[in-house]
């Protein structure tokens, strides 16, 4: 009998996975949150996910320091970065939250609202310093790795991703953020002949979605961003095997004023492993309202079901995961609404 070589080796110990704990957490961001869809209210939307997240994270095995966070500990009374959450077991983390990405569009009832966690090894983590609130971004996936650069031309750019997928740059779909700050950037795109896919808020799964050589229909990320997103995704596409390239962003003079005064360099270019280090970082993405790659929450008699995304960038391993939630059986706590 000859033995495999490659693939899945039953005789290996599987290790354990932190990131089906992950899901977990965002599933029951979502399920809380999605209770408020469409009722205008951003605040009792993030208060709901941020309740859920909290209660779920306490459960997970890790002694986990929250590094992106809903703020300062004065800001948020709940996640607030330097809070430790976990149950205190090994291993040490690093822990980045947005129990929503996409407030508004939650509150609006518009798609793309997801729930969000990841971790790394502890000290891995990008913490941008203070008024650093903003990073011009770009994003790839593994096929054109290698091939970007943040500081070239966006033609130049464009025509190298093209190359790496050997096709044309009229092929190329780049995902925006609709924004008044972008108007060159949509012309530069639209002047070296690639095509433009406008989305209004949710940039931490534009990356993502950039990165995914089997998501159909986008191939690159570009834009201007928040910094706590930065990581988020880089977190996703340290997984994925992409790459992501950023520079801090200040949003008028006197920021560029201030942070150049604090000694923050604004010529830096932050590479993936500037973001996230660690070389066991887990991810885990869950619907709130349906997206192109996510489905939201969907109510049903006497439950729910979700749809996630979870990812390691130990093994490169992504799984799809839909839930059956039952209401009768359900320890996390879900808001009335």
Known sequence: MTQATDGFEPSKTI????????????????????????????????????????????????????????????????????????????????????????????????????????????GTMYQAPPGVYYMQKIAVGPAARGVIDINAPVAENLRRVAQARACAVSDIVVTVLDRERHADLKRDIRAAGARIKLIRDGDVMAAIEAAMEDYPGVDVYMGIGGAPEAVLAASALKCLGGEMQTKVWPRTPAERAQLTSAGIDLERVFMLDD??????????????????????????????????????????????VTAHHRWAQKFIPVSEG
Do not use: C, H, W
Request: hydrophobic share 45%.
């Open 275 to 320: 973001l996230v280090s660690g070389q066991n970082v887990s991810f885990a993405a869950t619907g709130i309202t349906t997206g192109d790659m996510l489905r939201g929450v969907e109510f049903v008699g006497g439950g729910a079901r979700t749809n996630s995304v979870m990812m390691r960038s130990r093994s490169g391993t992504v799984r799809y």
């Open 15 to 122: 290790e354990r996975n932190i990131g089906l704990e992950l899901v977990r957490v965002t599933e029951a961001a979502a399920l809380n949150s999605a209770r408020y869809m469409g009722y205008g209210d951003k605040i009792a939307v993030d208060d709901a996910a941020v309740q859920a997240m909290r209660g779920a994270l306490e459960g997970v095995d890790m002694d986990g320091i929250v590094v992106i966070g809903e703020g300062e500990k004065d800001e948020a009374p709940m996640l607030y970065i330097g809070e430790r959450v976990g149950n205190g077991a090994m291993p040490e983390l690093d822990v980045a939250v947005d129990p929503v990405d996409g407030t508004t569009l939650l509150s609006l009832g518009l798609p793309g609202a997801i729930a969000v966690v990841a971790t790394s090894e502890r």
